[in-house]
């Protein structure tokens, strides 16, 4: 069975410029989370989407936004970039909102 | 704010020894809490839950015993050996659905051979 996917893998951006992280759960999970990771930190939760809703979100300013497909897949949106979004993105999905979460590998953006 | 964090950064085993890395959690409301383990160049890997009902989980080798009194987690991992080395994050689950979980800082494990 395929994991939890993310695309793309790395990805190079200038600031200012916008961004679109895509990911896909596991079959038959329907929560999605998202993280972003700083090098050498614990992940900090930006958003959970649940059944296509959003359920929760962190302390992220509104350049953040994301959504959940009717297939349960999501993307993260990133504006306005900034030097400091240079992380690791990671998606999480679960079958429901308080199950065990796998995590994708992670997309690495880089700011410049 | 409310946070959780661990006390060691890193920690250093001999293969076979038995490990213990710690976390504390400063949010008395949280009752449901998470270890994860993420090997280099990939996401965290679910190890084992605890709820705020227990104050002791078993799973293949792993041990998680909660200490609500003074908020302290531990993750004991036993006969530890080099393909555990790696970093072990404590997380806390929060809001009314759980929807919210936050990660501490996480520690590095070593193992020697």
């Known amino acids: 069975d395929a994991g939890v996917t993310q695309s793309p893998t790395h990805l190079i951006k200038t600031r200012g410029q916008q961004v679109t992280l895509r990911c896909s759960p596991i079959s038959g999970h329907k929560s999605v989370s998202w993280y972003q990771q700083v090098l050498g930190q614990g992940p900090q939760f930006i958003f959970q989407?649940?059944?296509?809703?959003?359920?929760g979100r962190g302390n992220f300013p509104d350049r953040f936004s994301a959504r959940q497909f009717p297939n349960y897949s999501s993307e993260l949106n990133v504006n306005a970039l900034l030097l400091g979004d240079s992380a690791l993105y990671l998606c999480a999905s679960s079958f429901r909102l308080l199950n065990e979460q796998f995590f994708g590998p992670g997309t690495r953006l880089t700011v410049l | 704010g409310e946070s959780v964090g661990l006390h060691l950064p890193t920690l250093s085993v001999q293969e076979g020894d038995n490990s213990i890395i710690n976390c504390a959690y400063s949010?008395?409301?949280?009752?449901?809490f998470i270890w994860y383990k993420q090997e280099s160049g990939k996401g965290p890997q679910f190890i084992i839950d605890i709820r705020s009902n227990m104050d002791k989980r078993q799973g293949q080798r792993v041990t998680v015993l909660l200490n609500k009194t003074v908020k302290h987690l531990s993750l004991q991992i036993a006969a530890t050996q080099p393909g555990d080395s790696a970093v072990y994050f404590c997380a806390e689950a929060q809001g009314a659905s759980y929807d919210k979980v936050i990660f501490g800082p996480g520690t590095s494990l070593s193992v020697i051979p």
């Open positions: 949010n008395s409301a949280s009752d449901y």
């Open positions: 989407y649940y059944e296509k809703e959003e359920r």
